[in-house]
């Protein structure tokens, strides 16, 4: 079965832990992509890679890392920097084109007390 | 700066009804216009949209682009309680051709 899965599905943290949330894809997509949900703000790009061993900041990166070592994997860490790091973080992939659609995986809820 | 605006942000409709989302859009470079629902976990895929006029259909689902007026539509007819959910729009463009997210429209369909 392709996919794409996250683990895990709910995540709890204290205050100033670094979290690593997991993203992997058997559909031998080149791009993947991190996202945060917020309620009332909709979908907002993080980081996204479009290659192996390359990825570029999104619209929200401060106090977020990645790795791009394998094209199946794009773990997100969630560090200490980032001001308000509870939400729901959800990983896509996608083919390269100018016109493609990014399937989605099912979602890490990110709770930090 | 590049944004895509949906209303009304939510709606509450009786089993039968027929409902009408709206998407519209200031992005540059505009490639695609995506249409996603979300049920509590992953969104996934509906239409995609690239040319003016024409209608994509699936089901009791359509929409359509009108790319001079920059908006797209989501029609439901006969709604159904599985229907309830968060209907996205995105649109790919911009300076790097990246996906562009509404806020979402949160549907409730009540029997």
């Known amino acids: 079965d392709g996919g794409i899965t996250q683990s895990p599905k709910y995540l709890f943290r204290k205050e100033g832990q670094n979290v690593t949330l997991s993203c992997e894809q058997n559909?031998?997509?080149?791009?993947m992509y991190w996202y945060r949900q917020d309620p009332g703000q909709g979908l907002r790009l993080i980081y996204y890679?479009?290659?192996?061993?390359?990825?570029q900041k999104g619209d929200i990166a401060e106090g977020y890392s990645v790795s791009r070592e394998k094209k199946e994997s794009f773990p997100l860490t969630v560090t200490s920097a980032q001001k308000n790091p509870t939400a729901f973080y959800l990983c896509?992939?996608?083919?390269?084109?100018?016109?493609?659609?990014?399937?989605f995986g099912p979602g890490t809820r990110l709770t930090v007390t | 700066e590049d944004k895509v605006v949906q209303s009304p942000l939510s709606l509450v409709v009786h089993e039968g009804d027929t409902v009408t989302l709206n998407c519209s859009y200031e992005?540059?470079?505009?490639?695609?216009l995506l249409w996603y629902k979300q049920e509590k976990k992953a969104p996934t895929f509906l239409f995609m949209l690239?040319?003016?006029?024409i209608e994509k259909k699936s089901g009791r689902l359509s929409s359509i682009l009108d790319k001079k007026e920059l908006f797209s539509i989501l029609n439901i007819t006969a709604t159904q309680t599985g229907d309830s959910a968060i209907y996205l729009c995105a649109v790919r463009g911009g300076a790097t051709n990246k996906l562009i997210f509404g806020t979402g429209t949160l549907l409730a369909v009540q029997p």
């Open positions: 559909l031998n997509h080149d791009a």
């Open positions: 690239t040319s003016s006029g």
């Open positions: 896509a992939s996608s083919t390269q084109g100018a016109s493609y659609e990014q399937y």
């Open positions: 992005v540059t470079n505009f490639r695609s």
């Open positions: 890679s479009q290659i192996v061993n390359d990825f």
